[in-house]
C-alpha cells in the first residue's frame, strides 16, 4: 500500500511539471511572437510560457474562456503587457486584460507587470473601469505573482475591476501606483456581488478620486482579504460601502489619507476586521469637510474588529475611531493607542452610536479615550482605558498597561493588563497567532504575553528544506521525512502544509497544487515568520534559519 501512494504521488507530480506547452518569445524564436495569437490557439489544459519582454498591443488580451495558463518564464520584473502610448484619449484605450467569458480559476494569469491600461465602459457604465484587469460577467481566473501598476481610468478600478459576480483569486500581487480619477478603487474595485480572494498581496500608492484609494468594496461585494499590506494610498486604505461585507485578516493598513477614515471608510455595511495593524493613517479636511476618523470612520454600519492595533492614526475627530449613526460596532481585543486629534475623541468618537468594547486597551491618545455624542452609548467590559469616567460594564481597570514600546505596543511582564481579560469572550488567538489564553485569563490588548510559556519557534510554513526558496524541492523534502529518512526536517511544522496536526501524503501535494495549479496556499504562518496557530500535539519546530 506504500508503495502505491509514493507511485500515485509520483505521477501526480510528472502530471503537473509535464505539462504540454506552447511558448511565446518577442525575438520571434518561440511558437509565437504574440502573446493573443497563442492564447487564440490554446486549448483546455494548456500551458503557454512568455519569455521575457514588452509586450505591446492597441487591443485588450482576452482569453475566450479558455481554462489554460499564461504564464512567464521570468516574472514579472521581466515580461509586461501593456498598451501602446497612444492614443493619449482615455475612451480611446481599454483594459490590459479582460475576463469575461465566465472564466474559473483554472484561467490562470502568472508573473506578469501590467501597465498603461485606461479601463473598460460597459453599456450601463458611464465611466471606464478596470485599467489593468478587469473581471466581469462572473469570470473569476487567478491572478497570480503579477504587477499591476500605472493604470489610470475615469470610472474605478485603476488596477483592477472584479464586477457582476466575478471573484478571481489575487495572489502573491503588487498593485501600485494606479488611479480612478473620479470614481473609488485606486488598487482594487469589488462590485456588484463579487467576492474576490485577495491573498498576499501588496497595496501601494494608488488613488481614488472618491474614496478607496487601496480597496473598495460596494454593492453587495464580499471579498476575502488576508495577510495584505495596503500602504499610502490616496483616499482611505479600505472602503466598505453599500451592503458590502469584506472580511480582511492579518493585513497592515498604514499611511493612508483620506477626509473620511484615512485607514478604513465604512458606510452601510458590516466589514470583518481581524488581526490586522490598522497605524499611521490620516484623515485630513477636504473640499466638502472631512478630518473624520483617522484610523476607522463607520457611518450607519456594523463593523466587527477583534485582535488588531489601532494606532498612531490622527484627524481631527476621531483619532483611532469615528463611530456615526452606527449600531451594533463591536472592538474586541483590540489596542487603540497613540492616536491623536486636534479636536476630540482620540481614541474614539462615538457620536449617535452604540459600540461595544470588550477586552481592550485604551491608552495614550491625544484628546481624551472615548468621547460620547448625541445619545451615544459605549458598553465597555474587561478593558484598560486611561480616563476618569465609570464606564458601564465591569472588569475595566484605569492603570498603564506598561506596553514594551511604542511601535509594537506589546505587553512588560508586569503590566497590569496581564490576565485582566474575559477568556469567554476572547478570540482564542492573538495578533500572533498565539493560542489564548496564556495564563489563568486572556490579556486586554491585541497580543498575550506569552514569551515564557510558547515552548516552540517561529517558522514559516512549507519552506522544509530551508534554502530560502518556496519550490518543488520543499515538497520532496516532506516526501523524504515520509518515507525515508525522518531526521531530515529541523522544524517539522513547517510541513504540516494544511495544518491538521499531521504530516501526511495530501501535505506535499497541497503544496505542488499550490505551486504548479495555483491551488490553496499554505495555511499560516506564510509568506511571513510566524507562530503556529494551533499548537500542541507531536509535531515540532527545533529551529529554522530564515525565522531565527
Known amino acids: 500500500m506504500l508503495r502505491c501512494w509514493v507511485l500515485i504521488s509520483f505521477f501526480a507530480v510528472s502530471s503537473i511539471l509535464q505539462a504540454e506547452t506552447i511558448t511565446v518569445e518577442s525575438d520571434g524564436s518561440g511558437d509565437h511572437n504574440s502573446i493573443q495569437s497563442a492564447v487564440d490557439v490554446a486549448q483546455n489544459g494548456d500551458l503557454i510560457l512568455v519569455g521575457p519582454g514588452i509586450y505591446e498591443s492597441n487591443r485588450s488580451l482576452t482569453f475566450s474562456g479558455k481554462a489554460i495558463t499564461l504564464r512567464s518564464t521570468q516574472g514579472p520584473n521581466r515580461t509586461t503587457i501593456q498598451l501602446f502610448d497612444s492614443p493619449a484619449h482615455f475612451l480611446d484605450r481599454f483594459s490590459v486584460v479582460i475576463f469575461n467569458r465566465g472564466e474559473g480559476p483554472e484561467s490562470v494569469l502568472e508573473g506578469f507587470t501590467i501597465r498603461q491600461g485606461r479601463g473598460t465602459k460597459a453599456s450601463s457604465l458611464s465611466l471606464a473601469n478596470g485599467g489593468g484587469i478587469l473581471c466581469t460577467s462572473s469570470s473569476s481566473p487567478t491572478i497570480k505573482n503579477c504587477t499591476i501598476r500605472d493604470n489610470e481610468v475615469e470610472g474605478s478600478g485603476g488596477g483592477i ?42 497595496i501601494r500608492s494608488n488613488a481614488a478620486g472618491n474614496n478607496g484609494g487601496g480597496i473598495s468594496c460596494t454593492r453587495d461585494s464580499s471579498p476575502i482579504i488576508s495577510n495584505c499590506s495596503i500602504l499610502n494610498n490616496i483616499g482611505s486604505g479600505i472602503q466598505c460601502l453599500s451592503g458590502s461585507s469584506p472580511h480582511v485578516d492579518r493585513c497592515e493598513i498604514a499611511g493612508n489619507t483620506a477626509a473620511f477614515g484615512g485607514g478604513i471608510h465604512i458606510s452601510r455595511s458590516s466589514p470583518t476586521f481581524s488581526n490586522c495593524k490598522i497605524t499611521d493613517n490620516k484623515a485630513e479636511l477636504g473640499d466638502l469637510g472631512g478630518g473624520l476618523g483617522g484610523g476607522v470612520y463607520s457611518f450607519s454600519s456594523a463593523p466587527y474588529l477583534e485582535n488588531s492595533l489601532i494606532v498612531r492614526n490622527s484627524g481631527l475627530f476621531g483619532g483611532g475611531f469615528n463611530f456615526r449613526s452606527s449600531t451594533g460596532a463591536t472592538v474586541l481585543n483590540c489596542t487603540v493607542a497613540g492616536n491623536n486629534v486636534s479636536r476630540a475623541g482620540g481614541g474614539f468618537l462615538v457620536n449617535d452610536s452604540t459600540v461595544r468594547i470588550h477586552n481592550s486597551i485604551i491608552w495614550g491618545n491625544l484628546e481624551g479615550s472615548i468621547e460620547l455624542e448625541l445619545e451615544a452609548l459605549a458598553d465597555i467590559t474587561h478593558s484598560c482605558i486611561e480616563s ?83 519550490n518543488v524541492s520543499d515538497a520532496v523534502a516532506i516526501l523524504i521525512y515520509l518515507f525515508t529518512d525522518r531526521e531530515i526536517l529541523n522544524c517539522v511544522n513547517s510541513a504540516d502544509i494544511d495544518d491538521d496536526g499531521q504530516v501526511l501524503l495530501n501535505d506535499p501535494i497541497r503544496l505542488l497544487e499550490y505551486l504548479f495549479l495555483s491551488g490553496e496556499p499554505p495555511q499560516a504562518p506564510f509568506k511571513s515568520c510566524g507562530f503556529d496557530p494551533t499548537p500542541g500535539g507531536e509535531l515540532t519546530c527545533v529551529s529554522q534559519v530564515n525565522c531565527n
Open 161 to 202: 475591476s472584479c464586477e457582476v459576480g466575478s471573484s478571481p483569486k489575487i495572489i502573491d500581487c503588487e498593485i501600485v501606483v494606479n488611479r480612478a480619477r473620479s470614481g473609488d478603487g485606486g488598487g482594487i474595485f469589488c462590485s456588484r456581488s463579487s467576492s474576490p480572494e485577495i491573498i498576499n498581496c501588496k
Open 388 to 470: 476618569n469616567e465609570n464606564w458601564l460594564g465591569g472588569g475595566n481597570i484605569d492603570e498603564d498597561p506598561l506596553f514594551v514600546d511604542e511601535e509594537s505596543y506589546r505587553l512588560q511582564p508586569d503590566s497590569p493588563a496581564i490576565d485582566a481579560g474575559n477568556s469567554s469572550t476572547a478570540p482564542s488567538q492573538d495578533l500572533d497567532g498565539m493560542a489564548r489564553p496564556c495564563g489563568n485569563e486572556a490579556d486586554m490588548g491585541a497580543w498575550e504575553h506569552c514569551e515564557d510559556i510558547n515552548p516552540n519557534t517561529a517558522f514559516l510554513r512549507g519552506e522544509t528544506n530551508e534554502d530560502g526558496d518556496l
